[in-house]
Protein backbone atom coordinates (compact mmCIF):
# COMPACT_ATOMS: atom_id res chain seq x y z
CA UNK A 1 0.00 0.00 0.00
CA UNK A 2 3.01 2.37 1.13
CA UNK A 3 4.61 1.20 -2.40
CA UNK A 4 1.42 2.48 -4.46
CA UNK A 5 0.98 5.69 -2.53
CA UNK A 6 4.88 6.46 -3.21
CA UNK A 7 4.10 6.10 -6.59
CA UNK A 8 1.08 8.26 -7.14
CA UNK A 9 2.85 11.00 -5.52
CA UNK A 10 5.86 10.62 -7.50
CA UNK A 11 3.73 10.80 -10.38
CA UNK A 12 2.09 13.79 -9.33
CA UNK A 13 5.47 15.60 -8.56
CA UNK A 14 7.08 14.63 -12.51
CA UNK A 15 3.45 15.99 -13.52
CA UNK A 16 4.36 19.27 -11.64
CA UNK A 17 7.43 19.66 -12.68
CA UNK A 18 6.78 18.90 -16.17
CA UNK A 19 3.74 21.75 -16.32
CA UNK A 20 6.42 23.92 -14.41
CA UNK A 21 8.82 23.56 -17.21
CA UNK A 22 5.67 24.85 -19.60
CA UNK A 23 4.66 27.14 -17.53
CA UNK A 24 8.21 28.92 -17.04
CA UNK A 25 9.63 28.20 -20.81
CA UNK A 26 8.95 32.00 -22.04
CA UNK A 27 12.07 32.89 -19.45
CA UNK A 28 14.35 30.65 -21.34
CA UNK A 29 13.64 33.11 -24.62
CA UNK A 30 13.72 36.09 -22.30
CA UNK A 31 16.92 35.23 -20.97
CA UNK A 32 18.47 34.31 -24.22
CA UNK A 33 17.22 37.53 -25.13
CA UNK A 34 18.74 39.80 -22.68
CA UNK A 35 22.61 37.95 -22.88
CA UNK A 36 22.25 39.26 -26.22
CA UNK A 37 20.53 42.46 -25.49
CA UNK A 38 23.83 42.55 -23.28
CA UNK A 39 26.55 41.55 -25.96
CA UNK A 40 27.70 38.85 -24.09
CA UNK A 41 28.32 36.39 -27.06
CA UNK A 42 30.43 39.55 -28.40
CA UNK A 43 32.08 40.18 -25.51
CA UNK A 44 33.44 36.29 -24.79
CA UNK A 45 34.15 36.54 -28.43
CA UNK A 46 36.11 39.86 -28.53
CA UNK A 47 37.83 39.07 -25.27
CA UNK A 48 39.43 35.97 -27.10
CA UNK A 49 39.74 33.08 -24.07
CA UNK A 50 37.46 32.14 -21.30
CA UNK A 51 36.56 34.97 -18.89
CA UNK A 52 34.94 35.97 -16.13
CA UNK A 53 31.92 38.83 -15.96
CA UNK A 54 30.62 41.73 -14.09
CA UNK A 55 27.79 44.08 -14.58
CA UNK A 56 26.21 46.88 -12.38
CA UNK A 57 24.36 43.79 -10.75
CA UNK A 58 27.30 41.37 -10.06
CA UNK A 59 25.58 38.80 -7.66
CA UNK A 60 22.89 38.27 -10.76
CA UNK A 61 24.83 38.18 -14.09
CA UNK A 62 25.98 34.33 -12.68
CA UNK A 63 22.21 33.43 -12.18
CA UNK A 64 21.81 34.44 -15.82
CA UNK A 65 24.93 32.75 -17.28
CA UNK A 66 23.44 29.30 -15.24
CA UNK A 67 20.59 29.14 -17.31
CA UNK A 68 22.22 30.15 -20.22
CA UNK A 69 25.13 26.97 -19.80
CA UNK A 70 22.28 24.91 -18.79
CA UNK A 71 20.62 25.87 -22.25
CA UNK A 72 23.33 25.06 -24.27
CA UNK A 73 24.79 28.43 -25.58
CA UNK A 74 27.71 28.76 -23.21
CA UNK A 75 30.14 26.57 -21.23
CA UNK A 76 31.92 27.85 -18.21
CA UNK A 77 35.77 26.62 -16.44
CA UNK A 78 36.07 27.07 -12.57
CA UNK A 79 39.73 28.53 -12.06
CA UNK A 80 40.56 28.28 -8.28
CA UNK A 81 42.77 30.03 -7.60
CA UNK A 82 43.98 31.21 -4.16
CA UNK A 83 41.38 33.29 -2.47
CA UNK A 84 38.12 31.84 -4.62
CA UNK A 85 36.65 30.35 -6.98
CA UNK A 86 36.39 32.16 -10.33
CA UNK A 87 34.00 31.41 -12.70
CA UNK A 88 35.20 31.82 -16.45
CA UNK A 89 32.93 31.41 -19.52
CA UNK A 90 33.45 30.59 -23.38
CA UNK A 91 30.80 30.42 -26.41
CA UNK A 92 29.50 27.37 -27.85
CA UNK A 93 28.25 26.54 -31.84
CA UNK A 94 24.86 28.25 -30.63
CA UNK A 95 26.69 31.69 -29.16
CA UNK A 96 28.77 31.43 -32.20
CA UNK A 97 25.56 31.85 -33.88
CA UNK A 98 24.38 34.74 -31.83
CA UNK A 99 27.77 37.15 -32.72
CA UNK A 100 25.94 40.34 -34.61
CA UNK A 101 28.48 40.22 -37.19
CA UNK A 102 28.90 36.56 -37.87
CA UNK A 103 28.35 36.06 -41.31
CA UNK A 104 25.44 33.47 -40.25
CA UNK A 105 24.55 35.72 -37.47
CA UNK A 106 20.77 34.29 -36.04
CA UNK A 107 20.42 37.70 -33.64
CA UNK A 108 18.33 39.67 -36.25
CA UNK A 109 15.85 36.67 -36.48
CA UNK A 110 15.87 36.37 -32.68
CA UNK A 111 15.25 39.85 -31.93
CA UNK A 112 12.27 39.74 -34.67
CA UNK A 113 10.57 36.57 -33.15
CA UNK A 114 10.51 38.43 -29.50
CA UNK A 115 9.87 41.78 -30.41
CA UNK A 116 6.36 43.07 -28.52
CA UNK A 117 4.54 43.05 -31.49
CA UNK A 118 4.89 40.04 -32.30
CA UNK A 119 4.39 38.09 -29.10
CA UNK A 120 1.50 39.81 -27.71
CA UNK A 121 -1.03 38.38 -29.74
CA UNK A 122 -0.26 34.93 -27.81
CA UNK A 123 -1.77 36.34 -24.54
CA UNK A 124 -5.16 36.32 -26.74
CA UNK A 125 -4.42 32.91 -28.61
CA UNK A 126 -7.61 31.32 -26.42
CA UNK A 127 -10.04 34.56 -27.83
CA UNK A 128 -9.06 33.51 -31.26
CA UNK A 129 -10.36 29.97 -30.88
CA UNK A 130 -13.68 31.59 -29.97
CA UNK A 131 -13.75 34.52 -32.82
CA UNK A 132 -13.74 34.76 -36.84
CA UNK A 133 -10.38 36.81 -36.91
CA UNK A 134 -8.01 35.08 -39.29
CA UNK A 135 -5.20 35.24 -36.98
CA UNK A 136 -3.97 36.27 -33.65
CA UNK A 137 -2.11 38.89 -34.55
CA UNK A 138 -5.45 40.54 -36.53
CA UNK A 139 -7.08 39.90 -33.73
CA UNK A 140 -4.51 42.15 -31.65
CA UNK A 141 -3.49 44.44 -34.18
CA UNK A 142 -6.40 45.17 -36.34
CA UNK A 143 -4.72 43.67 -39.60
CA UNK A 144 -2.74 41.58 -40.88
CA UNK A 145 0.97 40.84 -40.14
CA UNK A 146 1.50 41.87 -43.29
CA UNK A 147 -0.19 45.04 -43.44
CA UNK A 148 1.38 46.36 -40.33
CA UNK A 149 4.85 45.76 -41.74
CA UNK A 150 3.98 47.66 -44.60
CA UNK A 151 2.73 50.73 -42.64
CA UNK A 152 5.66 50.17 -39.59
CA UNK A 153 8.97 50.55 -41.18
CA UNK A 154 10.49 49.27 -37.55
CA UNK A 155 8.65 46.12 -38.22
CA UNK A 156 9.27 45.94 -41.85
CA UNK A 157 13.08 46.33 -40.99
CA UNK A 158 13.10 44.08 -38.18
CA UNK A 159 11.50 41.28 -40.19
CA UNK A 160 13.83 41.79 -43.69
CA UNK A 161 16.60 42.02 -41.66
CA UNK A 162 15.32 38.58 -39.41
CA UNK A 163 14.61 36.98 -42.94
CA UNK A 164 18.28 38.36 -44.20
CA UNK A 165 20.36 36.34 -41.89
CA UNK A 166 18.64 32.86 -42.73
CA UNK A 167 18.98 33.99 -46.36
CA UNK A 168 22.52 34.04 -45.50
CA UNK A 169 23.05 30.47 -43.88
CA UNK A 170 20.79 29.04 -46.07
CA UNK A 171 22.11 30.69 -49.25
CA UNK A 172 25.58 28.70 -48.06
CA UNK A 173 24.09 25.51 -47.79
CA UNK A 174 22.07 25.31 -50.69
CA UNK A 175 25.41 26.60 -53.11
CA UNK A 176 28.01 24.36 -51.37
CA UNK A 177 25.30 20.82 -51.17
CA UNK A 178 22.53 21.33 -54.02
CA UNK A 179 24.56 23.23 -57.04
CA UNK A 180 23.41 20.68 -58.71
CA UNK A 181 19.84 22.04 -58.47
CA UNK A 182 20.61 25.72 -60.51
CA UNK A 183 22.35 23.24 -63.52
CA UNK A 184 21.18 24.41 -67.03
CA UNK A 185 19.18 27.15 -66.04
CA UNK A 186 19.29 30.74 -67.50
CA UNK A 187 17.28 32.93 -64.98
CA UNK A 188 15.60 32.49 -61.85
CA UNK A 189 13.34 34.59 -59.85
CA UNK A 190 13.00 34.83 -55.97
CA UNK A 191 9.68 35.00 -55.24
CA UNK A 192 9.60 37.27 -51.65
CA UNK A 193 12.71 38.02 -51.92
CA UNK A 194 13.43 40.25 -49.37
CA UNK A 195 16.26 42.52 -49.61
CA UNK A 196 17.97 40.40 -52.38
CA UNK A 197 20.42 38.00 -49.62
CA UNK A 198 19.42 34.81 -51.15
CA UNK A 199 19.89 35.78 -54.87
CA UNK A 200 22.87 37.98 -54.25
CA UNK A 201 24.57 34.89 -53.21
CA UNK A 202 22.88 32.64 -55.74
CA UNK A 203 23.63 35.18 -58.54
CA UNK A 204 27.54 36.05 -57.43
CA UNK A 205 27.97 31.99 -57.79
CA UNK A 206 26.25 31.52 -60.72
CA UNK A 207 27.15 34.67 -63.44
CA UNK A 208 25.83 32.76 -65.86
CA UNK A 209 21.93 33.43 -63.81
CA UNK A 210 19.81 36.46 -64.27
CA UNK A 211 18.22 36.87 -61.31
CA UNK A 212 15.58 38.88 -60.29
CA UNK A 213 14.44 39.34 -57.03
CA UNK A 214 10.31 39.92 -56.82
CA UNK A 215 8.72 41.26 -53.86
CA UNK A 216 6.46 43.51 -52.67
CA UNK A 217 7.37 47.60 -53.41
CA UNK A 218 7.47 49.02 -50.05
CA UNK A 219 10.32 45.94 -49.89
CA UNK A 220 12.34 46.21 -52.39
CA UNK A 221 12.02 50.41 -53.17
CA UNK A 222 15.36 52.19 -53.51
CA UNK A 223 17.43 49.03 -53.51
CA UNK A 224 20.05 48.74 -56.60
CA UNK A 225 21.25 45.61 -58.25
CA UNK A 226 24.15 43.94 -60.03
CA UNK A 227 25.39 43.20 -63.55
CA UNK A 228 23.05 39.34 -63.13
CA UNK A 229 20.49 40.81 -60.40
CA UNK A 230 17.63 42.89 -60.70
CA UNK A 231 14.80 43.64 -58.35
CA UNK A 232 11.28 44.04 -59.58
CA UNK A 233 8.31 45.33 -57.48
CA UNK A 234 5.01 43.44 -57.74
CA UNK A 235 2.58 40.89 -56.14
CA UNK A 236 2.76 37.29 -56.36
CA UNK A 237 -1.15 36.70 -55.83
CA UNK A 238 -1.03 38.29 -59.43
CA UNK A 239 1.79 37.79 -61.63
CA UNK A 240 5.25 36.79 -61.45
CA UNK A 241 8.28 37.76 -63.70
CA UNK A 242 9.22 34.87 -66.40
CA UNK A 243 12.03 32.44 -65.66
CA UNK A 244 13.41 29.45 -65.99
CA UNK A 245 12.50 28.75 -63.11
CA UNK A 246 11.17 30.00 -59.66
CA UNK A 247 12.40 30.51 -56.01
CA UNK A 248 10.01 29.93 -52.86
CA UNK A 249 12.25 30.05 -49.98
CA UNK A 250 10.09 29.84 -46.37
CA UNK A 251 6.96 31.56 -48.39
CA UNK A 252 4.73 29.25 -48.82
CA UNK A 253 4.37 27.95 -44.77
CA UNK A 254 3.25 31.33 -44.49
CA UNK A 255 -0.09 31.14 -46.28
CA UNK A 256 -2.99 28.77 -46.62
CA UNK A 257 -3.76 25.76 -48.85
CA UNK A 258 -5.79 28.07 -51.26
CA UNK A 259 -2.98 31.09 -51.49
CA UNK A 260 -0.50 28.65 -51.84
CA UNK A 261 -2.07 26.72 -54.61
CA UNK A 262 -2.88 30.26 -55.88
CA UNK A 263 0.53 31.09 -55.71
CA UNK A 264 2.16 27.97 -57.10
CA UNK A 265 -0.93 28.51 -60.17
CA UNK A 266 0.96 31.73 -60.87
CA UNK A 267 4.74 30.69 -60.64
CA UNK A 268 3.63 27.84 -63.02
CA UNK A 269 2.67 30.29 -65.78
CA UNK A 270 5.94 32.21 -64.83
CA UNK A 271 8.33 29.05 -65.76
CA UNK A 272 6.23 28.14 -68.82
CA UNK A 273 6.03 31.70 -70.61
CA UNK A 274 8.96 31.25 -72.30
CA UNK A 275 7.83 28.49 -74.46
CA UNK A 276 9.66 25.90 -72.55
CA UNK A 277 8.99 24.21 -68.91
CA UNK A 278 11.13 24.71 -66.20
CA UNK A 279 10.94 24.12 -62.20
CA UNK A 280 9.69 25.95 -59.24
CA UNK A 281 12.58 25.37 -56.13
CA UNK A 282 10.94 25.67 -52.37
CA UNK A 283 13.07 25.01 -49.15
CA UNK A 284 10.44 24.53 -46.52
CA UNK A 285 9.49 22.58 -43.96
CA UNK A 286 8.27 19.04 -44.39
CA UNK A 287 7.27 17.74 -41.34
CA UNK A 288 7.11 14.12 -39.67
CA UNK A 289 10.50 13.12 -41.69
CA UNK A 290 12.13 10.08 -40.40
CA UNK A 291 15.61 11.23 -39.71
CA UNK A 292 14.96 13.92 -37.41
CA UNK A 293 15.43 14.01 -33.43
CA UNK A 294 13.19 14.84 -30.81
CA UNK A 295 14.65 18.56 -30.62
CA UNK A 296 13.74 19.12 -34.21
CA UNK A 297 10.18 17.66 -34.23
CA UNK A 298 9.43 20.17 -31.00
CA UNK A 299 10.97 23.07 -32.98
CA UNK A 300 8.75 22.15 -36.56
CA UNK A 301 6.24 22.13 -34.47
CA UNK A 302 6.72 25.33 -32.68
CA UNK A 303 6.82 26.74 -36.22
CA UNK A 304 3.56 25.57 -36.91
CA UNK A 305 2.33 27.61 -34.29
CA UNK A 306 4.40 30.65 -35.14
CA UNK A 307 2.18 30.32 -38.05
CA UNK A 308 -0.97 29.83 -36.34
CA UNK A 309 -0.53 33.04 -34.39
CA UNK A 310 1.07 35.65 -37.13
CA UNK A 311 -0.12 34.46 -40.59
CA UNK A 312 -2.85 32.13 -42.39
CA UNK A 313 -0.03 28.95 -43.14
CA UNK A 314 1.61 25.93 -41.25
CA UNK A 315 3.95 23.85 -41.76
CA UNK A 316 2.88 20.55 -43.84
CA UNK A 317 3.76 16.84 -43.76
CA UNK A 318 4.88 15.02 -47.07
CA UNK A 319 1.12 14.37 -47.81
CA UNK A 320 -0.26 18.04 -47.53
CA UNK A 321 2.90 19.01 -49.97
CA UNK A 322 1.94 16.44 -52.83
CA UNK A 323 -1.98 17.35 -52.70
CA UNK A 324 -0.69 21.20 -52.86
CA UNK A 325 1.84 20.85 -55.68
CA UNK A 326 -0.99 18.28 -57.16
CA UNK A 327 -3.45 20.57 -56.76
CA UNK A 328 -1.55 23.50 -58.49
CA UNK A 329 -1.55 21.25 -61.49
CA UNK A 330 2.30 20.19 -61.39
CA UNK A 331 2.88 16.53 -62.77
CA UNK A 332 6.33 15.66 -60.96
CA UNK A 333 8.65 16.47 -57.57
CA UNK A 334 11.53 15.59 -55.71
CA UNK A 335 12.28 16.28 -52.27
CA UNK A 336 15.40 16.13 -50.35
CA UNK A 337 16.09 16.82 -46.82
CA UNK A 338 19.70 18.29 -47.01
CA UNK A 339 18.89 22.01 -45.13
CA UNK A 340 18.30 21.02 -41.35
CA UNK A 341 15.18 21.74 -40.09
CA UNK A 342 13.74 22.37 -44.27
CA UNK A 343 13.57 20.15 -47.42
CA UNK A 344 14.79 21.23 -51.13
CA UNK A 345 11.71 20.58 -52.84
CA UNK A 346 11.58 20.83 -56.70
CA UNK A 347 8.58 20.86 -58.63
CA UNK A 348 7.96 20.66 -62.58
CA UNK A 349 5.30 21.30 -64.96
Not at 12 to 30: E, G
Not at 60 to 83: A, C, K, P, V, Y
Not at 163 to 168: E, G, K, L
Not at 284 to 307: A, P
Request: aromatic content about 8%; overall charge negative.
Amino acid sequence: MASHDEDHAAKLLRAQTHIWNHVLSFIKSMSLKCAVDLGIPDIIHNYGQPMPLSSTHPHFIHRLMRIMIHSGFFSQHIDDTENELQVKYSLTDASILLLKNHEMSVTPFLLAMLDPILTHPWNHFSNWFKNGDKTPFDLVHGMSFWDYAGSDPKLNKSFNDAMASDARLVANLVIEKCKGVFKGLESLVDVGGGTGTMAKGIAESFPQLECIVFDLPHVVSGLQGSDNLKYVGGDMFEAIPPADSVLLKWILHDWNDEECVNILKKCKKAITRKGKEGKVIIIDMVLENEKRNEESVETQILFDMLMMGLVTGKERNKKEWIKLISSAGYSNYKITPVLGLRSLIEIYP
